[in-house]
């Protein structure tokens, strides 16, 4: 940078001029008092270093806050996942305890329950039939759906003593099939989201790192 007064070459960073002591643009001085902390350009010796570390802890914040964005979008499919293995545990737990003394025979489908869900869409409950000692008795597993989701022939366990005290297989463990495969997902998800915000603050801070070595270079 000349001098305006006596056109002697001076340093970017000079506020004076070495040769005559004019003042070197002023009002530049304002603007590097005001940005110094954040532009490494303007910084050399341990104030550059300084400057590299609060932009670090400046990257770090970001990625706490990138967490905490993503968190809470991925909350609600977490918490799904959670209910579906949560109530399909407890359901085949139960179903499993209930049964423990319980006989088996092959059941036939007879008939349909026609139900409407919350959206006014028609769903199906099955009816099976099954034989005990010559007498006919009636069985439903424990799930609605469309009519093609229900097989011809079914397993139903029953009490021997009681034969209308029954229990046929339900959809539980697909329920519990599809609350792990959304935690898998959601976590493969998290990690993929988590290593590219990574990624992209390393080749900020060594974009960064670069530009401040070659600021040193030049000085």
Known sequence: MKCPSCGSENKNTNIKCEACGAELHPEEEESFKADSSFNPKYIDGNDTVKNLDYIKTRRKNIGCLSNVIIAVILIPWILAGLAFIGVSLFSIISNVKLSKNYAETDAKLVDYVVKMDSEGKTEYKAIYEFEVDGVKYTASPDKVGSKNSF??????????????????????????????????????????????????????????????SDTQGEE
């Open 151 to 212: 097989k011809k022939t079914a397993k139903v366990k029953y009490n021997p003593e009681y034969p209308n005290e029954n229990l046929m297989a339900s959809g539980w463990g697909s329920l519990l099939l599809t609350g792990i495969i959304m935690e898998i997902v959601i976590a493969i998800i998290y990690i993929i989201i988590r290593r590219k915000l990574k990624g992209m603050s390393d080749m900020v801070d060594e974009a960064i790192s670069e530009e401040i």
